[in-house]
């Protein structure tokens, strides 16, 4: 063989090793990647499509407390079906920027609305994700007198007291406590400031007509009353800027 | 002979393409890829799953402007640049409970200072997605060895708010004075968290209006942890800037010395 050959032959089993090579370092089973599930430590129960449970009549599910729930299924244009189906891939989904969200999920008719607030009130209440984010796009979508009713029924609900349990206080007293507090207070009542915000933003509107505006005034009137502290005083710190505001 | 050649030759041109093309696909996937951080073995796949998801969110944010504090810790409103950020800082993640049952992600300097570790709550518990981010990043930030890991400070003896409240956890009543829940610097974690987000809510061109909102709503919160007057001042007056970029980053070098607990 050749020197030149000799040389070729060379770089092809180098070049062929170097494929080989690529090709396991690329692969999941070398990279150390492996998961094991730890049962003792991890809690395994299994958690349902939080959506399609809005179709039974009574959940339980977890350890949370058993929510009775009639849904109603209303009869939906074949757009808010879509509609409906995209917002449960998007709760599903974890993905709180899909784009989905600012735009086939921006307007959303009044059987849709009515749907929706049926689903919230059987979604698990320790969801509160899920929960705040149906609130912040029907706050979106403030129309009639029901869609404000609904905003007052979310103030009403009781506090949620602990982000495993709503129905149990956390009996944690150690530095985690106030370490986190800030982001969990707020997720605790994260479908309150989903209300609170949607009102604020229908009062600061030049568009809102004078009975959308008189029936956010009126609900936040009554969140007032709100269990959250920081809800209560927010309601009413907005109302005092509104009526130092129409004084003038 | 001829053969011989020719077979080699045959050889030599598919690997070369075998080569290219498995270096090809590395690439592609480490440019999608958003995090280079190890996960530990015992990490479920889940949890690894919503993490790495959340990073791959943080990867795509956009922006054409920043604050002056944003610069300085973050650069540009640049999803590259913020996923840099957290590799720069995480190279190991596992599991760990964290010393209490309601913790979501901690830095543990004794088990390593360039790892973090996340609880099952990472997906138990049911925070909007940019809270988790700012949980992630917070706890970032006191991987920083050189910078003393941004050990918090003691929150003040009376912690009152601008309205001459008392300061407390908005949910638990629990008052803050006293403990290690503060920062006395814009730096800091709870600061430079503050910061992220303010900026991801009024410059993120690619975000949700979720997204922005959650993003003020969490970081106001947030803003009351900073108690150094000053330091207090500099991010209001921060917020309300906005300035184009030359695109420079540069490390923070001056970390005041706090409190224990991070």
């Known amino acids: 063989m050749s020197r030149k050959n000799r040389v070729l032959a060379v770089s092809a089993a180098a070049l062929l090793g170097a494929a080989v090579f690529f090709y396991y370092e690329s692969s999941d089973k070398h990279a150390g990647e492996k998961v094991r599930t730890i049962h003792a430590q991890i809690d395994r129960t299994p958690q349902p499509d939080i959506m399609t449970m809005a179709h039974q009549d009574v959940l339980n599910v977890g350890q949370a407390a058993p929510i009775a729930a009639k849904s109603v299924k209303v009869l939906l244009s074949e757009r808010a079906e879509a509609q409906l189906q995209m917002l449960h891939e998007i709760l599903n989904s974890k993905n709180d920027n899909d784009p989905r969200l600012d735009s086939e999920l921006k307007v959303l008719d009044e059987d849709l609305r009515k749907q929706m607030r049926a689903e919230y009130k059987a979604i698990r209440r320790e969801k509160l994700n899920e929960r705040g984010t149906v609130v912040f796009l029907l706050g979106r979508n403030l129309k009639t007198q029901e869609d404000f009713e609904f905003l007052n029924d979310v103030f009403s609900e009781p506090r949620c007291l602990s982000l495993e349990n709503c129905s149990k206080e956390s009996l944690v007293r150690d530095g985690e406590r106030t370490h986190t507090s800030s982001v969990d207070a707020i997720t605790l009542a994260y479908p309150q400031f989903n209300a609170l915000l949607a009102l604020e933003k229908v009062l600061k509107s030049k568009d809102a007509s004078s009975d959308e505006k008189a029936w956010a005034e009126k609900v936040l009137s009554a969140a007032r009353n709100s269990p959250v502290p920081e809800i209560a005083s927010r309601a009413d710190r907005v109302l005092a800027h509104l009526r130092t505001s129409s004084s003038q | 002979m001829r053969i011989r050649i020719q077979f080699t030759k045959a050889i030599f041109t598919i690997s070369l393409v075998a080569v290219s093309a498995l270096q090809a696909k590395a690439s592609i996937q480490s440019a999608l890829s958003t995090t280079v951080a190890k996960f530990d073995s015992n990490v479920p796949a889940d949890i690894k799953k919503q993490m790495i998801d959340d990073l791959a969110f943080m990867g795509t944010i956009k922006g054409d402007q920043v604050s002056g504090l944003h610069k300085e810790i973050f650069g540009a409103m640049n ?184």
């Open chain 2, 79 to 262: 999803g590259d640049g913020y996923v840099t950020f957290f590799n720069d800082r995480v190279a190991k993640i596992g599991m760990n409970g964290c010393g209490s049952p309601i913790a979501v992600a901690c830095v543990i300097p004794l088990m390593g200072s360039n790892k973090m570790w996340i609880t099952q709550n990472y997906i138990k518990f049911s925070h909007p997605q940019i809270a988790r981010l700012m949980v992630v990043y917070h706890e970032s930030r006191h991987t920083e060895k050189k910078n003393g890991n941004w050990m918090h400070a003691k929150c003040p003896k009376p912690f009152v708010d601008e309205h001459g409240q008392p300061v407390k956890s908005i949910w638990t009543g629990a008052e803050l004075a006293g403990e290690d829940a503060c920062d006395v610097t814009p730096y800091g974690s709870y600061g430079s968290s503050t910061i992220l987000l303010k900026n991801v809510a009024k410059f993120c061109s690619n975000c949700t209006e979720k997204v922005k909102q959650d993003a003020n709503l969490y970081s106001n919160d947030q803003l009351k942890r900073v108690i150094d007057a000053q330091a207090h001042r500099k991010m209001v007056a921060d917020f309300g800037q906005g300035s184009m970029l030359p695109g420079q980053r540069r490390g923070i070098q001056n970390p005041i010395p706090q409190g224990r607990r991070f």
